[in-house]
């Protein structure tokens, strides 16, 4: 196996008053109606960049072309809009950033990093890679590509809401950049994008959070500016399970307005007064955005979704 020495690296951090200020971004895949979880990361995301006087930005992950529903990008703008989350800069979808990713996929190659892999995803399902394709594939292609990690030491950084993080790179394993069909994965785009559209804080859910250790190490490589990161906790089932396809994950389009951004600030421990279940949703987000308070979820990488009654209901 090919070795690939590094120190241990650990990330420095871009801040709110950065040159260039705030810019957050909110990133659904459009694979659907957007839910009750999602509304959490674009909620939280949104919040915390008006309560720094930042930009919000909003991206189309529509990479995964087979998964995407025809119409969920544009109903997924329009419902976003319905809350009043409106973007500050026209809408990214990364079904146009072809060409960026192949820039980035060059650049990454000519580091050494990069091998190609012939290992398919049932073979790989269970655990970290461990490297079987590094001294060359194992079959005839389609190859995917792959990143080299580092063999040792690991990846800090310090996570505004979960705090301190330390990724070990032997529990990383080897990321995909590029899939045996010949798709851009989303470790490598969603660094390209975030660096294309000035992102400083990357907010969104707890269920991204093990794939920072890989995204920070992608931007090592390709020589950008740090970003801040912060995830927020994931909503789930009562039995802390993932949300499912059920009553719990009903599409918030179906929701009065006011009333799904209430329960997603009750879902982030905000606990909005009473009286505002009679607001708009200008004066709801006016509210949230003058108290947001992340401390009040800090270290929370879960949320129940019993714990609001009758949620997506």
């Not at 960026?100 to 892999?117: D, F, K, N, Q, V």
Request: net charge neutral; proline share 7%.
């Amino acid at each position: 196996m090919s070795a690939v020495k590094s120190s241990t690296a650990t990330a420095t951090t871009a801040t709110a008053d950065a040159p260039g200020g705030y810019r957050g971004r909110f990133a659904p895949s459009p694979t659907g109606a957007l839910h009750i979880g999602s509304l959490v990361a674009a909620l939280g995301s949104y919040l915390d960049a008006r309560s720094h006087d930042g930009q919000w930005l909003l991206r189309i992950e529509d990479l995964d072309t087979p998964r995407n529903l025809p119409g969920a990008a544009r109903a997924l703008i329009a419902t976003l809009a319905g809350l009043g989350l409106q973007a500050d800069e026209q809408v990214l979808y990364q079904s146009t950033r072809g060409a960026a990713y192949e820039a980035a996929l060059e650049r990454l190659t000519a580091t050494g990093r990069l091998y190609p892999c012939s290992c398919t995803r049932r073979e790989t399902a269970t655990g970290p890679y461990p490297g079987t394709c590094r001294d060359g594939p194992r079959g005839p292609g389609p190859h995917a590509l792959r990143l080299r990690m580092p063999d040792d030491g690991a990846i800090g950084f310090a996570d505004r809401f979960q705090g301190p993080q330390r990724q070990p790179v032997a529990d990383l394993g080897d990321p995909v950049l590029r899939r045996r069909d010949g798709q851009i994965a989303y470790q490598l785009a969603v660094v390209v994008d975030d660096a294309a559209q000035g992102i400083s804080d990357v907010v969104r859910g707890a269920d991204l959070l093990a794939a920072t250790g890989w995204q920070l190490e992608i931007r090592r490589l390709l020589g950008l500016a740090p970003v801040r990161h912060a995830h927020l906790p994931l909503v789930v089932e009562a039995d802390g399970s993932k949300l499912s396809k059920s009553a719990s994950a009903t599409a918030v389009a179906g929701l009065p307005p006011g009333q799904a951004l209430l329960q997603t600030l009750n879902l982030l421990q905000q606990q909005p007064p009473a009286e505002l279940a009679q607001a708009s949703t200008r004066q709801i987000l006016d509210w949230a955005t003058a108290h947001w308070q992340p401390a009040r979820f800090a270290g929370l990488a879960k949320v129940p979704i019993a714990q609001q009654q009758g949620l997506g209901v």
